[in-house]
């Protein structure tokens, strides 16, 4: 089969509640149009996030009922130290209960007014830890990567001329740490090549700088190198895993995407002292250091989990029924970013709503419309998550990328749910020219997305 079908059987069902359109523009103009004060139970098919909306396995649920809920010293953590140490290699295993946890303790630890830290593209939570601690959060994508159109094969990976130029204007000094997101969210889900894994890492180390990953969608990062990558084919994911993360000093982690859990997360490093810091900071506002905000039972369901991700049966189908999705859109002749991502489908929203500029948020249009029309919950990933006011010119700085992401959670949605959602953005796109664009009425400091109360412009 082109598309392989599910390497699961399905034991439980949720029943989906079906709404009217009437319905639908009621509750989305109560929410100030925006799509994350929606109830869900409202949604029909729910693409907001593939964080935490995963189906768990029966031997992850099995591994609930041994939570050991220990104050201290779980058997529970001892079995995820261990299967994180296997898969990842660092020493030291500090659990979170969720990935920006791991940014926060990490970044209020090393970071200091002033300093720079660069990535491919940082996503919305780690940019904002990043600027919270008054810090500078650099892009270094390649420009193929900002290319909507390009079918290059690793769109996500950081482009070293931008990456030198960054430490020669700042200086080692002033940037504790270079990032790379594994595969890289804010630009379509696109994988990085171990080539340029292994090339940034000699320039971070040359450089005397540790190289951490955001690696919470590794797993699927690393199949796209066995796809893609020459040299790999014959590799399993869980040796391409150890090879790249053998290159990096260290990982923030949310388990709550290729860990197949509800809730979770962890920072492994290798730096024992950076390490001892940090857990000193975990213990006053998460929790002791072999729980950290989590009960035993859900260690144990990340260590089950972060174990069957590693399974191939399981990636093959979790990226071809994204692509399956993809391809299906590109039929209708409906603009995406191109080649299809691991866990997402990104719309360009210029292309699909040319008529709108950016300062009306033409991504956010599309997400409105889409709940309106059809039901399906998608996220704005553009000028309202990331436009923001030049601090020296006092010009408001819009991001090259316009986009819409419809994220697939894991082992939850059947191809079938897939076929609805195209045939729903075609009807969309038919009537294109009838969408209007938002004005802001409210808006947080920061991550203004998840909060922001919206109005209609000239309606």
């Given at each position: 089969?082109?598309?392989?079908?599910?390497?699961?059987?399905?034991?439980?069902?949720?029943?989906?509640?079906?709404?009217?359109?009437?319905?639908?523009?009621?509750?989305?103009?109560?929410?100030?149009?925006n799509?994350?004060?929606?109830?869900?139970?409202?949604?029909?098919?729910?693409?907001?996030?593939?964080?935490?909306?995963?189906?768990?396995?029966?031997?992850?649920?099995?591994?609930?009922?041994?939570?050991?809920?220990?104050?201290?010293?779980?058997?529970?953590?001892y079995?995820?130290?261990?299967?994180?140490?296997?898969?990842?290699?660092?020493?030291?295993?500090?659990?979170?209960?969720?990935?920006?946890?791991?940014?926060?303790?990490?970044?209020?630890?090393?970071?200091?007014?002033?300093?720079?830290?660069?990535?491919?593209?940082?996503?919305?939570?780690?940019?904002?830890?990043?600027?919270?601690?008054?810090?500078?959060?650099?892009?270094?994508?390649?420009?193929?990567?900002?290319?909507?159109?390009?079918?290059?094969?690793?769109?996500?990976?950081?482009?070293?001329?931008?990456?030198?130029?960054?430490?020669?204007?700042?200086?080692?000094?002033?940037?504790?740490?270079?990032?790379?997101?594994?595969t890289?969210?804010s630009?379509?889900?696109?994988?990085?090549?171990?080539?340029?894994?292994?090339?940034?890492?000699?320039?971070?180390?040359e450089?005397?700088?540790?190289?951490?990953?955001?690696?919470?969608?590794?797993?699927?990062?690393?199949?796209?190198?066995?796809?893609?990558?020459?040299?790999?084919?014959?590799?399993?994911?869980?040796?391409?895993?150890?090879?790249?993360?053998?290159y990096?000093?260290?990982?923030?982690?949310?388990?709550?995407?290729?860990?197949l859990?509800?809730?979770?997360?962890?920072?492994?490093?290798?730096?024992?002292?950076?390490?001892?810091?940090?857990?000193?900071?975990?213990?006053?506002?998460?929790?002791?250091?072999?729980?950290?905000?989590?009960?035993?039972?859900?260690?144990?369901?990340?260590?089950r989990?972060?174990?069957?991700?590693?399974?191939?049966?399981?990636?093959?189908?979790?990226?071809?029924?994204?692509?399956?999705?993809?391809?299906?859109?590109?039929?209708?002749?409906?603009?995406?970013?191109?080649?299809?991502?691991?866990?997402a489908?990104?719309?360009?929203?210029?292309?699909?709503?040319?008529?709108?500029?950016?300062?009306?948020?033409?991504?956010?249009?599309?997400?409105?419309?889409?709940?309106?029309?059809?039901?399906?919950?998608?996220?704005?990933?553009?000028?309202?998550?990331?436009?923001?006011?030049?601090?020296?010119?006092?010009?408001?700085v819009?991001?090259?990328?316009?986009?819409?992401?419809?994220?697939?959670?894991?082992?939850?949605?059947?191809?079938?749910?897939?076929?609805?959602?195209s045939?729903?953005?075609?009807?969309?796109?038919?009537?294109?020219?009838?969408?209007?664009?938002?004005?802001?009425?409210?808006?947080?400091?920061?991550?203004?997305?998840?909060?922001?109360?919206?109005?209609?412009?000239?309606?």
């Amino acid at each position: 089969m082109k598309f392989p079908a599910e390497p699961f059987r399905i034991k439980v069902v949720e029943p989906l509640k079906k709404t009217t359109v009437e319905e639908r523009e009621k509750l989305i103009k109560e929410s100030g149009y925006n799509i994350f004060l929606l109830p869900a139970e409202s949604i029909f098919i729910d693409l907001l996030t593939d964080s935490g909306t995963s189906a768990m396995s029966d031997n992850q649920w099995a591994g609930l009922m041994k939570g050991d809920e220990s104050y201290a010293g779980s058997k529970n953590y001892y079995h995820f130290e261990q299967t994180v140490r296997s898969i990842f290699g660092f020493e030291h295993v500090i659990p979170t209960h969720q990935g920006r946890v791991a940014e926060n303790l990490l970044f209020s630890t090393v970071l200091k007014e002033g300093d720079v830290v660069p990535n491919n593209i940082h996503f919305d939570t780690t940019r904002a830890n990043v600027e919270y601690h008054k810090a500078r959060a650099i892009d270094c994508v390649i420009d193929e990567g900002l290319k909507v159109d390009s079918e290059l094969p690793f769109k996500g990976d950081i482009d070293v001329f931008k990456l030198k130029k960054a430490i020669q204007n700042y200086g080692p000094d002033r940037i504790p740490m270079i990032m790379i997101t594994i595969t890289n969210n804010s630009g379509g889900g696109q994988p990085v090549s171990l080539a340029n894994i292994r090339e940034v890492s000699a320039i971070a180390h040359e450089h005397g700088i540790p190289l951490i990953f955001d690696a919470c969608r590794f797993a699927e990062n690393c199949f796209f190198i066995k796809e893609r990558e020459e040299g790999y084919q014959n590799k399993s994911i869980a040796e391409i895993a150890r090879e790249m993360f053998s290159y990096g000093d260290g990982c923030t982690m949310s388990a709550k995407k290729d860990g197949l859990v509800n809730i979770g997360g962890f920072l492994s490093l290798n730096d024992g002292r950076l390490a001892q810091k940090i857990t000193n900071m975990l213990i006053l506002i998460e929790g002791f250091p072999t729980y950290g905000g989590l009960a035993g039972r859900d260690l144990e369901a990340i260590a089950r989990g972060l174990k069957e991700v590693l399974n191939e049966e399981y990636l093959e189908f979790r990226i071809n029924q994204t692509r399956n999705l993809g391809e299906m859109l590109m039929q209708n002749n409906i603009p995406i970013v191109k080649p299809v991502g691991g866990h997402a489908i990104y719309i360009d929203a210029k292309g699909f709503l040319p008529h709108i500029p950016q300062k009306e948020f033409p991504g956010q249009a599309l997400v409105v419309e889409l709940y309106r029309h059809a039901g399906i919950r998608a996220v704005e990933i553009g000028s309202l998550m990331f436009a923001h006011r030049d601090a020296e010119t006092g010009q408001m700085v819009y991001p090259e990328l316009e986009l819409v992401r419809l994220a697939i959670p894991r082992r939850v949605y059947t191809n079938a749910h897939m076929q609805y959602v195209s045939e729903a953005l075609s009807e969309i796109y038919a009537n294109r020219k009838s969408i209007y664009g938002f004005e802001i009425e409210y808006e947080a400091e920061f991550l203004r997305h998840f909060t922001a109360r919206l109005k209609p412009v000239n309606v």
